[in-house]
Antibody, heavy 119, light 108 residues
């Protein structure tokens, strides 16, 4: 059964770059035509899609984050990553990685990682 | 951009039926997915493609979608169903994922 686990720093300074990694276990990223995604949730608020990278390498990003975000994949490490630059307090959130499936539903999700932006 | 509207809260007594609406322009033409999120946990898919259930999700959870409203229905509500519920679609026009704002289900 596929499992996802986020990792990275829990504290990032304003104006710096937030970098997270999602490690995929229970299956090889090389074995199928899989897409991968990042979603975030500010404390006490709803879910916000950040972006999706498709197995062919195409990426789609939220229009509100597009200028600051990059999602990439490293199949050799069974990992995919999120980079969000020029962060501010508004980027404080729990960040989830997830696997999109047909009709762009997300299943499974990682457990999430809280990232706080503060000096 | 495409917008999904959910009521902030819905309350229901144990054993009764909870209905959580998700409104969107011509949402009936889209595939709607629903997630349950309990405090401190990641969201879990409970209904996909309007009305299908993943394995392991009780039959008490069902969905429908027509016109401008999709609905998640939870029959014979239990205390353990208390959670936030989010609807989600893929907007083909913009090629973006859209989430509803979420509905907090309270079991009285």
């Amino acid at each position: 059964q596929l499992q996802l686990q986020e990792s990275g720093p829990g504290l990032v300074k304003p104006s710096e770059t937030l970098s997270l990694t999602c490690t995929v276990s229970g299956g090889s990223m090389r074995s199928g035509y899989h897409d991968w995604a990042w979603i975030r949730q500010p404390p006490g608020k709803g879910l916000e899609w950040i972006g999706t990278i498709y197995y062919v390498g195409t990426t789609y990003y939220s229009p509100s984050l597009k200028s600051r975000v990059t999602i990439s994949v490293d199949p050799s490490k069974n990992q995919f990553s999120l980079n969000l630059n020029s962060v501010s307090a508004a980027d404080t959130a729990v960040y989830y990685c997830a696997r999109p499936r047909s009709s762009s539903l997300f299943d499974p999700w990682g457990q999430g990682i809280l990232v706080t932006v503060s000096s | 951009s495409y917008v999904l509207s959910q009521p902030p809260s819905v309350s229901v007594a144990p054993g009764q039926t909870a209905r959580i609406p998700c409104g969107g322009n011509n949402i009936g033409s889209k595939s709607v997915h629903w997630y349950q999120q309990k405090p401190g946990q990641a969201p879990v898919l409970v209904v996909f493609d309007d009305a299908d259930r993943p394995s392991g999700i009780p039959e008490r959870f069902s969905g429908s979608n027509s016109g401008n409203t999709a609905t998640l229905t939870i029959s014979r509500v239990e205390a353990g169903d208390e959670a936030d519920y989010y609807c989600q679609v893929w907007d083909t026009a913009t090629e973006h994922v859209v989430f509803g704002g979420g509905t907090k289900l309270t079991v009285l």
